[in-house]
């Protein structure tokens, strides 16, 4: 090149340069993976190493034995005191501590296929995690990161640092890119669900994140230091395509999981429903101050949980985070609605890694409050003592803490083991968010939807509305009108369903203006907030409102109908075995003090039939009044040739009612019987002989007339005559307390109805020998 010009030379030695350089890179430098692929012999392998050394090439990634000395001191890398959590990152997807009353589906299940081709792709043996480095950072996360049950990550990276150098857990696979994408690559062709993948990435993430903060390394070492920073920050690049591939496969499968379960809102909360029972005897017991066990203890843990994620439709993270000085603060707030106040109680959670800057709020209604109340007292206590805790631990201003003490690491997972436990299909918080979204809110008013929008967003504009419970009330009417979104279409059905059974409202409820939100849910979740009660009052019509809506009139209604219903069977079960006469129940409507809504004395009478239970007869003050004053209405003394004077009725009695009773002086029987001997022939006898239930013999008699008690009438038990075949009396005994005093009470009931101008007949019993009745000396007496 003498002829040329200086710049040909020169374009002549860049070409030159440059192919040597491409010559040493490509042709000079050979992987040592990709060698041992073609020499199996490991001296056959050593020797062509060897050779191609002497030549001027390079072999990278050998073993370190024959790379000696470049390996970083592991010594060198001590665990740093202080923890660098400048990034620390939700860790929704790693597994957490199993418990065996939960078993949770987390995680990679080794399951044999997997775990088979795995190992033949040199991808499933693993370094010692007693090793310094995997130690250290099983450490760090244990520490810094509150993650109790992290094997499952210590181990992904123990695999990894595995397949990057066999020989010793080392550094050095952050110069070797190439070999990192080859291990991702080979773990999802393997067949690796994305997200797996994702994982092993996001944990040798923490893992580089450990090495960098929380290592001696940036002093031992800097130059792999700064590699190891370089690494990562390439990990992120690589993260990030990997990221879109499974973005696809999760919004594929978030998509399915959406339109699965675009069911209904009462479909996320069924494993509330199903768990409730179970759940409600724990809360009983821990009410009791008796002591629970572990397995009711997270039943509690897990259902409060699942209670604000898929009710209240907070986010894992607010269930994370949210601080005992949080539910300390909390804010009462009352809803005062017609005659009722409904207390709620609101809670403000700041700082939740979802969404910073904002302020999640939610609010309980007072039975939530109780069961919080009953976790945070009783099990979140016993569980803190499981562990000996520093002054500053996190997990003592932490709500929620799980068995070991420990601030709970995954709200989700949590929620997941409580439906697996019930054999519910999962619902994720997400999900349900999303169901309650998009549910149809029929007869909601623009305001009502605006609110529960607002509150399912936490806009930074709501979060400041709602910041410092300016608002408390909309966020108490949010939740209210969420129960009544998730009563759509429940099919748990109480008072209100057997309320609506009527044709009419059956036909209102199909005929609605709104489908969606039927009547019937409606009244059920008007019913659920303002119970019917008998001295309550219905709600006035703004207040209602917010929940009746377009059914407000029908559930007005309905609601005073039970109300109505309710108070007639108070009044009529203050009359069980006598018919009460108008003048009885207006006095008696009058005593309860109700201003409206009173039952009418026509629809009490219509409805008055005697009751079978006896045992309310003994207490009752309408019978026990009639026994002490004997003015029993609705019978007549009348004449009789024969049998002399006879008791007749002046009104129908109704079999099983109390018709008057044997009213005389109680003696033993065998008073009774000397008593009886002393009569003449012509005298007749007012004996009444019977057994009390200890099976001793006494006798009432009305042999001393009048009465002391009743000097101006002649009582009607004493009139009665005797027949065997057509008796329509029954005497049953009783013990009551007629003025502090226990006596005996004999009151005759119908044995049938009676109609008016029946007599009154009662087998006395004339012939049956155990018993003395005391006509068995009469004689002539029809059968
Ligand atoms: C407890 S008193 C009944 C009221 C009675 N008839 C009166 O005039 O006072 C019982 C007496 O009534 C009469 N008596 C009751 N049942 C009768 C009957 N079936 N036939 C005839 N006399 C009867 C008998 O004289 C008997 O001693």
Request: hydrophobic share 30%; aromatic share 8%.
């Amino acid at each position: 090149m003498k002829r040329c010009t200086k710049e040909q030379i020169e374009n002549e030695v860049d070409k030159a340069r440059a192919s040597i350089t491409k010559h040493l890179w490509e042709g000079r430098v050979y992987k040592f993976s990709e060698l041992r692929d073609i020499i199996t012999k490991d001296e056959e392998l050593a020797n062509l190493i060897q050779l191609l050394e002497s030549r001027g090439c390079f072999v990278r990634n050998k073993p370190s034995a024959t790379m000696a000395g470049q390996t970083v001191p592991q010594q060198a890398v001590v665990l740093l005191t202080a923890s660098t959590q400048e990034d620390m990152e939700e860790d929704m997807d790693t597994v957490e501590p199993q418990d065996p009353l939960f078993s949770p589906e987390t995680g990679v299940r080794w399951e044999g296929k997997l775990r088979k081709t795995m190992k033949e792709h040199g991808l499933y043996e693993k370094h010692n995690t007693d090793s310094d480095l995997l130690s250290g950072f099983k450490k760090y996360l244990r520490d810094d990161h509150g993650i109790p049950n992290c094997k499952q990550e210590v181990d992904n990276v123990a695999r990894f640092l595995y397949f990057m150098d066999p020989q010793e857990p080392g550094l050095q696979f952050v110069r070797d890119m190439e070999k990192t994408r080859s291990f991702f690559t080979k773990l999802s062709h393997i067949g690796l669900k994305k997200q797996t993948v994702a994982n092993y990435l996001k944990n040798l993430k923490r893992f580089l994140r450990y090495i960098i903060y929380n290592t001696t390394l940036r002093s031992t070492d800097t130059l792999l230091h700064r590699d190891c920073r370089a690494y990562r920050s390439d990990l992120g690049d690589f993260q990030k395509s990997i990221g879109k591939q499974m973005s696809k496969e999760i919004t594929g499968k978030r998509y399915t999981q959406m339109a699965k379960s675009s069911q209904t809102p009462q479909d996320c909360l069924r494993i509330l429903h199903v768990a409730k029972k179970d759940f409600l005897e724990a809360i009983a017991k821990g009410t009791l101050n008796e002591e629970l066990d572990t397995s009711q203890s997270l039943l509690i843990l897990y259902y409060l949980q699942s209670l604000l994620m898929l009710k209240h439709l907070q986010r894992a993270g607010v269930v994370k985070n949210m601080k005992v000085s949080e539910w300390v603060k909390r804010e009462e707030c009352v809803l005062t609605t017609g005659g009722d106040r409904s207390r709620f109680f609101v809670i403000a959670v700041k700082v939740h890694k979802t969404a910073t800057q904002q302020v999640a709020t939610f609010s309980l209604n007072e039975e939530e409050q109780h069961w919080f109340h009953i976790y945070f007292t009783q099990i979140r206590t016993r569980f803190l003592n499981s562990l000996l805790m520093a002054e500053d631990d996190p997990a003592n201003d932490k709500f929620f803490i799980s068995t070991s003490g420990n601030p709970i690491y995954n709200p989700s997972n949590d929620m997941m083991r409580l439906h697996k436990k019930y054999n519910v299909p999962n619902v994720t918080g997400q999900v349900a968010r999303h169901t309650f979204e998009t549910a149809p809110k029929c007869g909601f008013t623009n305001e009502e939807k605006s609110i529960i929008a607002d509150y399912l967003a936490h806009t930074t504009a709501t979060s400041e509305k709602h910041n410092r419970f300016g608002q408390p009330e909309n966020i108490c009417r949010a939740a209210t009108l969420l129960s009544k979104l998730a009563r759509v279409g429940d099919s748990s059905r109480s008072d209100a369903e057997s309320a609506l059974s009527s044709t009419h409202t059956r036909s209102v409820a199909t005929s609605g203006t709104c489908p969606e939100m039927s009547e019937l849910d409606t009244l059920n979740l008007f019913i659920q907030q303002h119970p019917v009660s008998l001295e309550g009052e219905i709600p006035k019509g703004k207040i209602r409102k917010v929940i009746t809506g377009v059914h407000d009139r029908q559930c007005y209604d309905k609601w005073r109908e039970m109300q109505e219903k309710m108070r007639i069977d108070y009044v009529l079960a203050y009359f069980p075995r006598r018919q009460p006469s108008s003048h009885q129940i207006v006095k008696y409507i009058e005593k309860q003090g109700w201003q409206n809504n009173k039952p009418s004395v026509e629809k009490i009478t219509e409805l008055w039939q005697p009751q079978e239970a006896q045992e309310s007869i003994k207490d009752n003050k309408h019978i026990k009044k009639l026994v002490k004053s004997q003015k029993w209405k609705g019978l007549l003394v009348t004449d009789d040739g024969d049998k002399g004077r006879r008791v007749v009725t002046t009104r129908k009695f109704q079999k099983g009612e109390v018709v008057c009773d044997y009213h005389g002086t109680i003696v033993t029987a065998a008073e009774g019987k000397e008593m009886m001997k002393t009569l003449s022939k012509e005298e007749m006898g007012c004996f009444f002989f019977f057994k009390n239930s200890q099976g001793k013999k006494l006798c009432m008699h009305a042999q001393t007339f009048p009465c002391h008690c009743h000097p101006d009438r002649d009582t009607f038990g004493r009139q009665t005559n005797h027949s065997r075949k057509r008796k329509n009396l029954h005497p049953e005994v009783h013990k009551m307390d007629l003025g502090g005093k226990k006596e005996y009470v004999i009151l005759f009931t119908a044995l049938k109805d009676l109609d008016v101008n029946a007599e009154l007949l009662l087998d006395y019993g004339i012939g049956r020998k155990s018993f003395l009745g005391e006509g068995r000396d009469l004689v002539g007496l029809e059968g």
